[in-house]
C-alpha cells in the first residue's frame, strides 16, 4: 500500500507577527490556526499520518491546540524553517512512506482538492508544488532600490505549500543542502537537480504573515459562516425518589423525575436546541426511548452527541441559554455549578453559557409542583453550505 505523511511545520516563532503567542498558535475565529490544516489533512482519505514539527519552548501550547486529536507525538525543530522540515523527514520512518507533503502551518486554508491534486501529480512527476502566477507587474530592483530590469511575469510565480515529493530524494536532497539557506523545499530539491513541477496554487491558500494576513484570515472566515439559532423545550413528571439531574447536575430532594433516561430536562432541552440549528430533528430521533440502551442513561451522552455533530461541520456554539421552570427545588444555589459542568461539556467559556430559572407563580403543571419544564434556546456559527 502507498503510503503518504503530511509534514507540518510550525515550529517559527512568527518575528514578523508581533504578538505575544505564536501565530500558528493564535486564536482565527475561535481555533487556532495550526489547527486548521491538521484537520484538514487529517480528514483527506489519501493521507495515512500527519506529523508536526513544533518549536522545542512551545511544547504546551501545541498541546493545547491539537486536543483531543489523535496525532504522534510532535517533532522538535531546528534554528531555520530548513532545519525543521529536515529535523521532521529524518523522524519518518522510510519503510512506512513513498510520498510526503510538506506544508506550512501559516497556511490554514488548503482544501482536499489541492492536496489530491498534489498527490496524483506527484505519484508521476516526484516532486510538485502549487504555485500562483504573479498578477503585478514584476520589477527587479538594484540594492539602491532602482529599477534594474521588468521581468517577465509569465515566466515567474509565486510558490505554496503543501509541497508533494517522493520522501526518498526529498531526504536526499535535504542531507545535502545542509550548508545552504533556503526558504522552501522545492528550493532544496532544485539544488539537488530534481525537477520540480508545478500545478496551480490557490488563491485562499495564503500565508498568514504578519497581522494584516490575520486579519484578512478572520475575513475570509467570518464570510463563510452564518449564524443559526435552536430552540428546544422539554417537560418531565416528579415521582418519589431522592435527587434530581438537572443541567448534569445532581440535586437532593425528595422526589426525582421521571423518564427513559436519567431525565435531565434542562440537558433535554439543550440538546434539541442544539440538533435544531443543524435542522437535525430532535434528541428523540437520534435516541429513540424505544432502545433499551437509553435506559437511565447519562444525558450528557445526548448533549455531546449534539455537539459532536456541530464540531464535525466546523461549526461553533456561540452561546446558550436554558430557562428553567420550577417551583422546587431552588435551582439558585446550583446555577454556579451547572453553568461550569456546561462549560465543562461543551468547551466553552462560561460566558457564553446562561442559566436561569423561573417559577409560574403557582399556575399550572410546574406551579402545582407536579413536575419542571426548561426551555433552551442555542446560537451556532456554521459555515454556509453553498
Ligand atoms: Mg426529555
Request: a neutral charge; one cysteine or more; glycine letters at 6%.
Amino acid at each position: 500500500m502507498m503510503k503518504i505523511i503530511a509534514l507540518i511545520v510550525a515550529a517559527g516563532t512568527s518575528q514578523r507577527f508581533g504578538t505575544k503567542i505564536p501565530k500558528q498558535y493564535s486564536l482565527l475565529n475561535h481555533k487556532n490556526l495550526l489547527r486548521y490544516s491538521v484537520e484538514t489533512m487529517m480528514t483527506h482519505p489519501l493521507i495515512d499520518t500527519v506529523k508536526i514539527v513544533i518549536h522545542p519552548d512551545h511544547q504546551d501550547l501545541y498541546k493545547k491546540a491539537v486536543k483531543g486529536l489523535e496525532l504522534p507525538p510532535p517533532i522538535l525543530g531546528g534554528h531555520t524553517r530548513q532545519e525543521s522540515v529536515f529535523n521532521g523527514l529524518k523522524e519518518i520512518d522510510p519503510s512506512s512512506c513513498h510520498y510526503v507533503l510538506i506544508h506550512d502551518a501559516a497556511r490554514p486554508f488548503i482544501d482536499h482538492q489541492l492536496i489530491t491534486d498534489l498527490i496524483e501529480e506527484v505519484q508521476k512527476n516526484k516532486a510538485v508544488i502549487p504555485l500562483i502566477p504573479a498578477t503585478d507587474t514584476l520589477k527587479k530592483i538594484e540594492s539602491n532600490g532602482i529599477i534594474d530590469q521588468t521581468l517577465d511575469r509569465n515566466l515567474i510565480g509565486c510558490a505554496q505549500t503543501p509541497q508533494a515529493f517522493e520522501y526518498r530524494i526529498i531526504l536526499e536532497a535535504h542531507k545535502k543542502a545542509c550548508h545552504l539557506s533556503l526558504t522552501d523545499d522545492a528550493s532544496i530539491a532544485e539544488a539537488a537537480n530534481i525537477k520540480v513541477y508545478t500545478i496551480p496554487g490557490r488563491e485562499e491558500n495564503f500565508k498568514v504573515t504578519t497581522l494584516s494576513d490575520f486579519k484578512r484570515a478572520e475575513a475570509v472566515i467570518n464570510h463563510s459562516y452564518e449564524y443559526r439559532t435552536g430552540q428546544g423545550f422539554d417537560v418531565h413528571r416528579f415521582m418519589p425518589g431522592d435527587f434530581i439531574t438537572l443541567c448534569g447536575v445532581q440535586i437532593p430532594y425528595h422526589q426525582k423525575l421521571e423518564g427513559h433516561s436519567d431525565a435531565d430536562v434542562g440537558l433535554h432541552a439543550l440538546t434539541d436546541a442544539l440538533l435544531a440549528t443543524l435542522s437535525a430533528g430532535d434528541i428523540g430521533h437520534h435516541f429513540p426511548p424505544s432502545d433499551p440502551q437509553w435506559k437511565g442513561a447519562d444525558s450528557t451522552i445526548f448533549l455531546k452527541h449534539a455537539s459532536q455533530l456541530i464540531y464535525e461541520k466546523q461549526g461553533h456554539i456561540i452561546h446558550i441559554d436554558i430557562t428553567i421552570i420550577a417551583e422546587a427545588p431552588k435551582v439558585g444555589p446550583h446555577r454556579l455549578t451547572m453553568v461550569n459542568r456546561l462549560a465543562d461539556l461543551l468547551q466553552l467559556s462560561t460566558d457564553r453559557i446562561s442559566i436561569k430559572a423561573t417559577t409560574t407563580e403557582g399556575l399550572g403543571f410546574t406551579g402545582r409542583k407536579e413536575g419542571i419544564a426548561a426551555q433552551a434556546i442555542a446560537t451556532v456559527k456554521l459555515p454556509v453550505i453553498p
